[in-house]
């Protein structure tokens, strides 16, 4: 499933390619798309801008319209230079925006939605969004304080069900949920008012770490759609690039215990871990936080 610096990469790419640039054309497979394409034509706006909020990714056009988009489990933005053939068949297209020399085309987006800035703001997911993680203004002191406030009004919530609630902090998904756990040293089972401040600083602070590693590539000039599986370990093989996520009963790379794995939260979330490394309760001192990827 994308997680946040998916979106991030994604958002980044669009920007680049269709940034600044006038729209030429514009095509949808979906009726709520196409009534307002029809009575507001995306043809000759302009791409002001496209950012990501969390799992959100957002393209601003002149005029006051907003294109909302969010790929759940399989969707994905694509990227290609104008009359190019699609990798993927026409039936799984949700929207096509050209811009000159540019297409970007989303598939198999299962939520699409124009907005106004007025109706962005009246909508139930994106203006309670906690601080997105990939953010400029993102810092790990602003994260703790989401972790403080959620453990102060829900002490009963359990930490990995809380970092994955995008209004808590936005943008971690199941992968980096069980990571940052493991590396923090943190029970994914504990309750929030058993989680202390130095673990959340630690947890914070790996996600903040992980992420940026994450979107490394892709930060030049160059148009960047794919940069292969994310990493928090700081091995090279890929074989290696994870602690725990999908390492059930395989051994934990720092103490040979096997990996457990239980379904978690009420989405019954598969969540990883290792229970010698994350006992239920605190160490006295912090463990070693291992390498982030770079």
């Not at 009575?39 to 706006?45: A, K, Y």
């Not at 969004?129 to 406030?149: H, K, N, Q, W, Y």
Request: net charge positive.
């Amino acid at each position: 499933m994308p997680e946040g610096d998916t979106i991030y990469r994604a958002a980044r790419a669009l920007q680049k390619a269709l940034g600044g640039k006038v729209v030429t054309a514009c095509e949808t497979g979906l009726a709520t798309l196409a009534s307002v394409n029809d009575d507001s034509p995306l043809v000759g706006r302009t791409v002001e801008k496209v950012e990501a909020r969390g799992k959100w990714c957002l393209i601003f056009f002149s005029g006051d319209l907003i294109l909302l988009t969010h790929m759940l489990m399989s969707g994905s933005w694509h990227i290609y230079r104008t009359g190019e053939k699609w990798w993927q068949p026409k039936n799984r297209m949700r929207v096509a925006i050209t811009c000159g020399d540019y297409q970007a085309v989303a598939f198999n987006v299962p939520i699409a939605e124009f907005h106004t800035a007025r109706s962005l703001a009246r909508n139930s997911q994106i203006p309670k969004l906690g601080p997105f993680i990939l953010a400029d203004e993102f810092s790990v002191e602003v994260g703790v304080e989401a972790l403080r406030r959620r453990a102060a009004s829900y002490p009963t919530d359990e930490i990995a069900v809380v970092l994955l609630n995008q209004r808590v902090l936005a943008g971690l998904g199941n992968v980096y949920k069980s990571e940052v756990a493991f590396v923090a040293g943190v029970n994914p089972f504990r309750p929030m008012n058993t989680i202390m401040e130095r673990e959340m600083f630690a947890m914070v602070e790996a996600s903040h770490k992980f992420m940026k590693a994450n979107v490394l590539d892709g930060s030049g000039d160059a148009i960047v759609t794919y940069t292969g599986n994310r990493r928090t370990t700081h091995s090279m093989d890929m074989s290696d690039r994870l602690w725990v996520y999908g390492r059930e009963g395989k051994e934990c790379r720092r103490c040979g215990t096997n990996i457990m794995m239980r379904k978690q939260g009420d989405q019954a979330r598969s969540t990883y871990w290792c229970p010698n490394c994350q006992p239920w309760r605190a160490a006295e001192e912090p463990q070693d936080k291992g390498h982030v990827a770079s």
